[in-house]
């Protein structure tokens, strides 16, 4: 993972503000691993309490862990509140980055009215488009489409195959992984007589700082008015944001979630991979929905939801859902034999 | 939204055949907005009735509604039997376009087998493959890659990086969101002894005229024969459709829904977001499927589906799906306390 | 869909080593098609007994099927033992493959540090970065993108618009559907206070021998170590893997199913349409989920796994689902009418 780059056990220790126990200081670091596989010049980490029995047998350098793990670890320790945390920041110190040569490659295409800042980056093969713009430090990997309206905000980056169709603005530094769609017209269709007419998707997409989108995720431009990620939102892959949808900062979507449209979703949202949430719904602020859950009303307080059935052997799962499309029934005849009212 | 178009109230009203009540005729109007919203020179809409209230305090310069909510309007109303309708077209006359001007973009790569409308718009950095057809007015945004035997109709438009694999037929005035793939191979494998042996797959992909396909959707080729999209069939985002898969005309699919191979869907069909339709299936006309409901059998009745179960706080959800598990039990039971003959 | 290319009945029955019952083996076969489609110049099929009635009116040069069904066939025979599989090996012989002169399109972006093999094929609008290597006799389409560390093993075949992001390692024989985006970060993040961090995203992808994946799937990077697909893995369309998943050689996952990080899928594993499994979890060699089921558990035993609940008309699911909120309480009461403990 790491080249050549090195840092050393004291300086990783000051840089964060973590406590090293034992190790020497001046030790060269090359990067960082699982508990399991660090090496002596590797750092690990033990964050989750089920995986304190590997200590015994680790081998890095040093191992970034909570002060009452610290007794139990054979090796040098970097004492941290939040390991996980503590973790993903030293782990920055060994990332490549892409190089990131500003300007524009020969085989990019750039219309004439776009506006390019000197300090971007424009990879091969990218098209920028009339009243496109592209700020400051931001960093277009190859096959990028910037379309007309768009804004590319500072340090931002598109690593490869992003499309921004029309009227998307990205904040700062927000990260766009390949394949995603930005701005496409939503789904809007009116149905007239006996065929649909399309409905005229005027608005745009508005993308908060230090967003991040993954691999293949659509957002839907809105109808009137705008999609909106506010702030810190996270985003997996194959995410579905539809038309007018507005997702509060720091809210974290799973993988293959579907948000409908005009549904709003509030602040420290936590939704599961393949959750949907239907349209026009409003969830608080701090609500979490499990894994495959459907959303069909709206939420006002935070906490945990979910919807669905158990796993399990095909066999038994059949007599149990055959019973299900009686499930009304059933609970009659258990109210009848309770003598109570029927609800 | 709008830049510089405007178009009078009086035109809107002939050009739609809208009744005008109340307002100037001549007033310049630039562009259409939500009831809420929309100022004194844009045009807003009542179609939903829960948004009646908001007509008191509306600023438009006309809104479009239906006749009998025109007395408690306090603009000038446009009187249409569906306002959603008469905005929807109302709206078009707002859109930007994107520009399309005939030729082929220098960057496009088209095969010397190519055959390309002069009327038609060939973005950049579009590929065109031998035996690959594209009529007239077609418009192709960036990155598009048209393949061997494939057919853009006349005046369709692919947005941008829409990839057609191999003989894949577009109807007139099909529109195509980027990322979407038509006419990848299907997903056929046979197993032999102890490996998967891949299932050539020979057929295409017909769609027919006014079909609209939605950003990283995709639709598989044949195996042997085509996948068909009648007429006027709409697809939102990211949507599955398998090989020999069929959908009338009319009907729509909201995001994420998944079609199996060789299912049959009838026209007028609406199927809900993440909703799947297992293989070899037929849904009759005017089937209706909520979203992230699975249909395992064919209906054969008009009418709407569902399966699932209600989102709940999870602490109350968890003690419900355990005893799910168990229901066949629970059912028998209460037969037997009901002396039953078990079912 | 086959073009000029001929093969005669009896060379056919050689070289997959299949009985000729009738026929003439000099007949020149052209094609290969459904039991009711193939006409007297193609081969049909008949493998999935419910279609056996289609015999009588079989049209076919020959028909492939087994011993048992070879009475009631009025065509000439093509014995096998597994029809779908000869089936398969037949049709082989008539796909149209993609022309692939060796050689790089003049339209490619290659970097000077990539190293392509002389007998690859590079399509139009490539972008090979520096550290890249395209291995004997590869294919790649148009608008492909091979990152940094990647590797596109021998005879493996890029159809379009598929995009290596970088460490992602490919095995021979590999076919790769377009839109598919492979070596992209893992959803990694932690929350610090009151705002997320990303983890880094160090690990990279290994894909085995004669995987297929398909449009639009998405196959995460590991954060530390690897993303595997053991050999010989099958993955329809939208699907997504997330970082650190391990799939068994010979597995197959249907469209939009999706495992979240770290799970462990065994061997010859049958995962349905839409299906999801749920993070660090393993499941054992031949398990079977079915369409859209969640898999919240490690599964120990091999077998066919489900959840979910009956597709039914709105209006009785409705009734059932509302009773589902309470069944917690219903066997409560069930269970008291019985005079049993509480379980």
Redesign the interface.
Known sequence: ?SRATTHTLGAIAARFELELRGGDPALAID????LV?AGPTRIGFLANPRYRVQLADATAAAIVLRSKDAEACPRACLIAT?P??A???I??L???M?ASTPGV?A?A?VAPGARVAASASI???C?IEDDAVVEDGALL???C?I??GCVVGAQSRL???V?L??DVRLGKRV?I???A?LG??G??????K???????Q??GVVIGD?C?I???T?I?RGA??DTVLED?V?L???I?I?HNVRIGA?S?L???A?V?GSATIGRYCLIG??A?I?GHLSLADRV??????????S?REP??????????????????????????E??R??SA??KEPES
């Open positions: 993972m990067g960082v691993d699982t596989k939040d996980y945390v973790f993903a920041k782990a920055t060994f990332e490549r892409p490659h085989s295409v990879g091969p093969l098209v990997g190859p096959h489409t379309g007309r690593v490869a195959s499309t169709v029309q990260l992984h390949p394949g769609v496409a017209d789904f809007g269709i009116a149905f007239e006996d065929h649909w007419i399309k409905v005229p005027l608005g230090d991040e993954g691999a293949n659509t839907d009137l008015g810190d996270r997996d892959n194959q579905q539809a720091h974290a799973a993988g293959c579907a409908a991979g393949g949907g239907l979490t929905v499990t894994a495959m859950s459907l959303v069909t009303h939420i906490g945990e939801y979910s919807s669905g059935t158990p796993i399990q052997p095909n066999r038994l799962w059949r007599r149990n859902a055959a019973r299900f499309k009686h499930l009304d059933i609970a005849r258990v034999a309770n």
